[in-house]
């Protein structure tokens, strides 16, 4: 125990002393802010990373990451503070590594931890005796305590809490959030013992302005899961009651906007044509997944789960009818979706509903095109390729069918009224009826 | 439409003049609020109650609802705004009629109207010409458009929105909320017709500070039940979830406050033994009922409901559990329940999980006894009744287990920690592990 304790007072001496290297494995959306935040905080940072194009434009002050600026990273770089490496074997000159990994669901929506057992693997080949390492990747309840700790002693031989120490910090970014960043977003932090919570703390207090700490690091894993269970459950709500509402010929956008008006016990969620993004549609699934091993079926996340996989389908059924309205099909109709990404005005569209929807119409035979002013091109899960096309009057009046996709503030929602033959409009953008328009 | 519009421009000028006798049927929790609030704003009110007993005590100035205080009572009395009546012949003097009536389930589940029935029989029986009719209680949507208005017209022989007017407008009484009140909780109405929206707008602006009109009756019916039914959704979340954490040896208290750092997007509901009351266990399932007749199945509610309708069933087991670690069965064993209200510090068990948990362990041969300090005694739906038990070291001593069910503020639970033999924590009072304590 005395070498653990000089061990740790170690570490934390040069925690305090800003003595230290922080090593940040992987350099996507959560783990490159993360490495500029602790940089400009006056932190030696080294980002680990496997794509090389990712490495150079990292070293070459160029951001690839939306919600960093090219201005903040340069500073980053420029102060020598940050750089980025494909070199993994430099985790031994860290002293503290975070993981910030992908953490996906294969094709049969099954969480796949191939991302984090290959960094946890890494880590434990490279790392020095006396290191923190933190997990900030969203999984289920256990995976810290039971693989990654466990992962980590194994292949570095060292001993857990004594010679390294083991933590789960849950990342919360959210793409395109201006007002809440890393800095001043709350962060959990459930640790493996209370030296590896001392540790911690002090390390993220560099970069994170308020930091909540947890009992362990499986309240934390699932703290952050419900989270997003909490939207993708309530979103599935909305959009289920939005399908009976249709039917119904109530607008359940102005209902809610109704229930918004109670001062207490509610929270208004929207409508769409389904879940996007890396989250919402993911996360709860891990949870699902491993509440099996407990002999425990999850029922409100399956059931909201089979709404949001259906809202694709739904949608081509609701364009269907749109253009049955003008006594045509699907087959040989030429369809305008506008927005691709999964939420208004970001160039994000992982897991986007509107992708989904353009592979459902056209396994129908729909001649599609798209128009995003933040996507360029997009490739569909079933491979099909599109190219933006300007937004004009000339596009909007050459469909058959406008779908509305995602609420993007720069289209110009009167000119596509004004000009397109039939629109299926998903966001409600048009609160009055109009014979034209299909509404979600 | 001449006499229509002078009949309309005769009760806009009462009402401006305060020269309107308004009707309140039913004076129940909502109702007798509601005619307190008109009377206290110089309105003359009739509140139409069968219950002979309930007339005597409004007329007496004696209230039965907490809500309404017996100075507010005595007040509105006082002043001959406000009286009681069971002569429901007298809604023929009334210029306005607001129905106040349970819409509670069948034993099936099913919607019960028959007091929504009988109030507009009665009100169309009665009523003059000219007059303003308004359903606040909750209900799926259609029913004022497809049932009150046709009842009403055909029972009258008076023709709607032009002989009188028809509206919906949901209470949103929470009992025992200090802060929320009728006048100062924003209050959603949908009318027939414009006139009818004028009508009600100026009408109820007399009882209510903020009036939040929608598009149609239907609108309003939708938003009410929404409110619940987000409700219902979040909180059977939170217990399915605390049933796995449970296993997983999570707090899920813990991590549902962590989540709550989120400075955006998340809302914290807490686990519980099932949900109470007279509006979130009911109003969703009106939603469900009218869905099926539009060909639709509520997968979320449905779910939702199953997994409140088994929280009694399985906290018998959590129970049951409990008891074992002592080497106990539940046939012969003494078990005391803290708290039978639904919620805490109030006097309402209508609903109340807690009933339900009584009548299960009774089955199972428990002997049972309960302490409420609000409620002095009981009748389960099983029959069984009960007088509440004094509140002290004796009575927690003698018991095998207690089972904390409302977290009434009054009870001492340090008294309890220190004297119980077992203790069944449903509501996370002990938030520190303790060998005698079991979680839900």
Redesign the interface.
Known sequence: MEDAISLKEQLLQKIHSRNITVGVVGQGYVGLPLAVNFALADIPVIGFEKDAKKVEWINGGRSYIADVSENELQSAIGEGRLCATEDFARIGECDAVIICVPTPLDEFRKPDLKYVEDACTTVGRYMKKGVFVCLESTTF??TTEDYVAPTLEKVSGYKKEEDFWVAFSPE?V?PG?Q??TIRN??K?IGALSPDGMEIGMDLYAYAVE?L?P???P???E???I??N???L??I??VN??A???N??????W???D??K???????AFYPGPGIGGHCIPLDPFY?EY??TR???D???I???G??NTLMPHRMMIRINFALNRIGKALKGTRILFLGVAYKPDISDDRESPALKIIDEVVRKGAIVSYCDPYIPFIKTEAGHTFDSVPFDESTIAAADCVVITTRHSRFNYELILANARQIVDLQNVYKVPHERVVKL
């Open positions: 309840p256990t919360r959210d959030n007002k809440f977003t709350v959990i308020t909540h947890v009992s362990s499986r309240v934390a699932m703290a952050k419900l989270e269970t909490y939207r459950v309530n599935s709500l289920e009651l399908l009976l509402a039917r119904m010929d109530i607008n359940l102005e209902a809610i109704a229930a008006t109670k001062p207490y016990g509610f929270q949870l491993i509440a407990f002999n425990f999850l029922t409100m399956h059931t909201a089979q709404i």
